[in-house]
Each structure stands twice: as structure tokens, then as C-alpha cells.
């Protein structure tokens, strides 16, 4: 392990075990974010790193911009927030429309606030419930919606965060997500047959009633299963599936949306209209904001007051996001993020020729997975590399995790420069030669802990 010392970093780190529950920790590193630039953060020693995290995907154009934080202050000067739940504000007004107006497929739509993508799914679970008049819903394995119990329900990814809580919420179903890299099946693309959607089909047929199923909620990329881009015909065909049956088509764009993936919605990809989108994250230009974009019939399905919080949808992060998208438009990022993305592919693809533990490049945008593994063959997984890897690079300059146990996680800010990029992916390959080499040592392997 590096002897690099982050001495106000580490104090901070130690406080927060004395004072937080553990339970809203995964922890990484001992690294505590003072302030930031675009793509850049700096910790409170001082030392600088290249964001290539944007705190989880929630920070996609950059921090500390100057333009949101006066927009907020002008805002929060003359009113921080009345709630809308009993009157009106004209900044949410203004942002629904603005979401309307960039959502895809040509249906009449509506916009319902929440504080959190986590209670956004809570309120898209009960919008579809309450137009379908049926109760049950289907998930998928590995996915990660949120924590609130609604979300959480549909979040088969880790036993941890299912232990000593039950029960969840009843008659949720989950099916394997199209992971091609390990098919579950044992299929590859020459032999594909869509095994993994005839299994909903056959559950259909033999268990699960078609006519009881209120909807499909999918990750158009399943971002902390390790970031999977699903074949365009898997995705089609759970969306004719769905037709047919009458269930509803709910796309969770919580991490993947607003520019992410190159577009300003992932399903974008896909060419395909959902009937719900469920946003969070980076929609609230780092104030806390969840949204649920929908069919204007589906929207309305549910009796007032279904879903409402006292804070929710106010003035002040209304602002911050109506500003940060004019930024997004006026930088023209989200093609810069495809064009950026394709840039970072290309290199990690050109390491994937040099060193053998990379098994899998994949992604859209500046959406990237690199996954780690033990065989190319087999496509174990490495999670020790993965590991190690974030560790040494944290040390060296760069913030970066792992998810779905061994995929290096590689979403910085849109606004990142190529500089930045190229520093950042020289430093993310000398970490990979050094764990090659046995150069980092296994006692932070105590340190991180990840998913």
C-alpha cells in the first residue's frame, strides 16, 4: 500500500463511523471531498483528483458551476420553496414542460416530482398499479432502483440490503437481465435464442398471469450490475411482449439519463417510447430532485393526494435544473458524451490487447464498463483486481469504483476535458500493470469494500 498519508481525508473518515450509520456507507477509500471544478474535486488536504465517478453518475455536468450557483442563490433570495402540494410555483411549471418537450415519442405526457429516484420508482410502482388496476410487477436480477421500500423491492442485487427488513413489497417477480458476457443459459450470439425472455414467457404460460402484471421496470443499462448495454433485440421484444399483454413498459433512467449514454435518454438507443421514466441523480444539478415522466392517462391515474411530499418539486432545485439543462444545450453534451465515450472505448479496448484481465470493454457513451476477470474463457470475475485497480488509482488521482463485483465503473463529468481524459486513462492503465505485477499489496483489500 501506497504510505501517502490524506491526514484530514482520514479524520474525517474516522468521524463519520462515530456519528453516521454504517448502513449508508459502501465504502472505497478514505477520501473527503472539500470542493470541486468540472471534472476535477479536491480533497481537504488539498490533493486533486479527476472525477471519473461524477458522484455516482449524479453530477454530469461537472461541479461548481458558477451559472447553477447563482441561478439557486438569486432563487433562494427571494424564495427557497413553497410547497406545491397546496399552491403554485411557476420554476416547476416551467421545468415539467422543458422535460416534456426533450422526452421521447410523440404521446401527451405529464410530470410528477419526488425528492429522490428512489421515491421516483416508489411513485411509478403506484401510478401503475392504480391505471392497470393489476398488482403484480416485473424486475430484474441484479438491478439496482433505489432503497425506499418500493425501490428496494424491485432491487434484487444485494442481501444486504434485504437482511432483518422484511417483508418487502408483495408480488414483485425477477428475471435474469440479457447479460451476454456470462449467459446464464450458457448461449452465446451464434446460438442465441432469447432464452433469457422465454423464461418470462414461459411464466407466463405456467405461473405468473399475464393479465395481473401491471408492468416491467428495466434499466435500459443495468448500471450497478456492471453497467450491461442488452441486445436491441432483447429489448424489443420485452417491449412487444409487454404490448401484447397490455403491461406497461417503466424505464428506470436514474444513473443513465440526461446526456450519460450520448442521448438524452438511454431507451433513446433502443427506439423505443416508454410508457414511464423515472429520473434522479443529476436532474436536480446537484440538489436533491427525483422525477417520473409518463403518458398523460397514466399520469392521471392516480387520485390526489397519491404522491406528494411537502419539499418536493420546489422553486430553488427547479431552478438548478432548468439551468443546468440549458447549459447541457448550449455545450452541446450530449454529443460530446458519445463522441468523448467512443474516444474512451477505443483506448480501453487498446489495453484490452495488452493485458489479459480485462475480459470485456462495453458501453454508451461516457457509460463504460471495463470488467476485470481471472479467464477470458470462463469470464470470472476479478474482484480482487477490481479492487486493487480503484485503490491504486484513488491514490494516484483519479475517483473510481467497481460495481457488479469486478467492472471498473467509468462515467466522469460531461464536461471533462480530453487532457483530463487522457491523464486519468494513463493512470487508470499504469494501476492495472502494477496489479499485474503484484505491486499492490493485498491489506487494501480491508480498506475497500464496494458492491
Known sequence: MSSTTLCYSEQIANSEKKYIAKGQKIPYYPVAIKEGEGALVRDYDGKEYIDFLSSASSANIGHGNKEIAEAVKEQMENISQYTIVYFYCKEPIELAKK??????????????????????????????RS????????????????????ALSLSPISLNMRRKIGPLLPEFYHFNYPI?????????????SLECLKEIEYAFKHYLPPEEVAAVFFEPIAGDAGLIVPPKKYVK????????????????????????????????????????????????????????????????????????????????VCKAALKMLEIHERENLNEKSEQMGKYMMNRFNQMKERYDVIGDVRGL??????????????MEKNYEAAAKVCFRCIEKGVILIFIGQSALRIQPPLVITKEQVDKALNIIEESIQEYINGEIDDSVLDVIQGW
Open 99 to 128: 422535460l416534456v418537450e426533450i422526452t421521447p415519442g410523440d404521446s401527451k405526457k405529464k410530470v410528477m416530482y419526488s425528492t429522490t429516484g428512489s421515491e421516483s420508482n416508489d411513485g411509478a410502482i403506484k401510478l401503475v
Open 131 to 150: 391505471y392497470t388496476g393489476r398488482s403484480k410487477i416485473i424486475s430484474f436480477c441484479e438491478a439496482y432502483h433505489g432503497s425506499s421500500y418500493g
Open 180 to 192: 451476454c458476457q456470462r449467459c446464464k443459459y450458457g448461449k452465446n450470439k451464434s446460438n442465441c
Open 237 to 316: 421484444g420485452l417491449y412487444e411482449l409487454c404490448n401484447k399483454h397490455g403491461i406497461l413498459f417503466v424505464v428506470d433512467e436514474i444513473q443513465q439519463g440526461l446526456g450519460r449514454t450520448g442521448k438524452w435518454f438511454s431507451i433513446e438507443h433502443f427506439g423505443i417510447e416508454p410508457d414511464l421514466i423515472t429520473l434522479g441523480k443529476s436532474i436536480g444539478a446537484g440538489l436533491p430532485l427525483g422525477v417520473i415522466i409518463g403518458k398523460e392517462e397514466i399520469m392521471d391515474s392516480l387520485n390526489s393526494p397519491g404522491h406528494l411530499f411537502s419539499m418536493t418539486g420546489n422553486s430553488a
Open 365 to 378: 457513451g461516457m457509460s463504460i464498463a471495463v470488467d476485470l476477470v481471472k479467464d477470458r474463457n470462463t
